[in-house]
Antibody
Framework: EVQLVESGGGLVKPGGSLRLSCAAS????????MSWVRQAPGKGLEWVGR??????????DYAAPVKGRFTTSRDDSKNTLYLQMNSLKTEDTAVYYC??????????WGQGTLVTVSS | QSALTQPASVSGSPGQSITISCTGT?????????VSWYQQHPGKAPKLMIY???KRPSGVSNRFSGSKSGNTASLTISGLQAEDEADYYC???????????FGGGTKLTVL
């Protein structure tokens, strides 16, 4: 069974940093393309960023609102995905979901972790 | 403003059918047969209901079906049940730099 478990969320002040983690199990993590999707309180879903598998180049892409501030990385030896978030803004407040993409579909989702950016 | 356009709300009575539309552009919905639909109950993570326009993951009821015509995709739920009451989001792959775009979500109320 595929499991994705996010952690690391919390309260941070504007301008601060936070690192989210996503522990994966039930599939070959090293072969997977992984993404982060967020959902602001009471709002819709927004794709944040994606990292390919190392065999496919390990490259990353980001949505415009987070480009240059957020970085996603992976540790295949630990089956873990990371999202480093810097220069946080109040509008980054959201539940952040870790997802596994299969053939162009965001197929599996974690339960999410809440990030609150507030002074 | 979301990249894909969905109605904010739809409603139906138990046993009825409803359809939720999702309108994109020739750069996303119109270019790829990679439209998916997610169901989200309050406080829960989204659940994949339809992928690649009209395919159902294992375990999803055959009351859920999807289709696409041009730049518009649709989700139909037949034989509405109380547990179908939830928010529904469409999503389309949009190429290697944009990756994925979502609709703003549709709140389904079962009367």
């Amino acid at each position: 069974e595929v499991q994705l478990v996010e952690s690391g969320g919390g309260l941070v002040k504007p301008g601060g940093s936070l690192r989210l983690s996503c522990a994966a199990s039930g599939f070959t993590f090293s072969n997977a393309w992984m993404s982060w999707v967020r959902q602001a309180p009471g709002k819709g879903l927004e794709w944040v960023g994606r990292i390919k598998s190392k065999t496919d180049g390990g490259t990353t892409d980001y949505a415009a609102p987070v480009k240059g501030r957020f970085t996603t990385s992976r540790d295949d030896s630990k089956n873990t995905l990371y999202l480093q978030m810097n220069s946080l803004k109040t509008e980054d407040t959201a539940v952040y979901y870790c997802t596994r993409s299969v053939g162009g579909t965001l197929e599996h989702w974690g339960q999410g972790t809440l990030v609150t950016v507030s002074s | 403003q979301s990249a894909l356009t969905q109605p904010a709300s739809v409603s139906g009575s138990p046993g009825q059918s409803i359809t939720i539309s999702c309108t994109g552009t020739s750069s996303d919905v119109g270019s790829y047969n990679l439209v998916s639909w997610y169901q989200q109950h309050p406080g829960k993570a989204p659940k994949l209901m339809i992928y690649e326009v009209n395919k159902r993951p294992s375990g999803v009821s055959n009351r859920f079906s999807g289709s696409k015509s041009g730049n518009t995709a649709s989700l139909t739920i037949s034989g509405l049940q109380a547990e179908d009451e939830a928010d529904y989001y469409c999503c389309s792959y949009a190429g290697s730099s944009t990756n994925w775009v979502f609709g703003g979500g549709t709140k389904l109320t079962v009367l």
